[in-house]
């Protein structure tokens, strides 16, 4: 049907409403338009050295802005990304990146060693050095 009234008004109304709907869903997809204001930022988590490498993406945040916490054996790296510029303006031609809170959980166990943890904020990368807990434990079993 959608083929006929193309030929029939030659025009590409079909192909026009398909791309207003997938840049109304992309747009609503945005966590800053949803009722779950808080978005994820991209991670890399590594063991190198003896150690948990994490890194976060997190360009324009400050590192007052950052809060992390461990419970349980599960990293909560916390925070919020502002943006002033937005709300100057007058009329929106694209908005791709993410503001608002972030949140993102990791579940360490306990193999890492959360009391010695480094972190440092490099050219919008946030980069957690967790040391390996060395577990040495013999048990001696006895047989009867």
Known sequence: M????????????????????????????????NADPVWKPAMDIFEADGEIIILVEIAGVKIEDINLSCENGILKISGLRKNEEVKKVNRIGQLEIEYGKFERMIKLGYKADVDKIKVALVNGILKINLPLKTVSKTIKITTE
């Open 2 to 33: 959608a083929d006929d009234f193309k030929k029939w008004c030659g025009c590409g109304f079909d192909d026009d409403m398909e791309d207003f709907f997938y840049k109304l869903q992309n747009f609503m997809s945005y966590p800053r338009y």
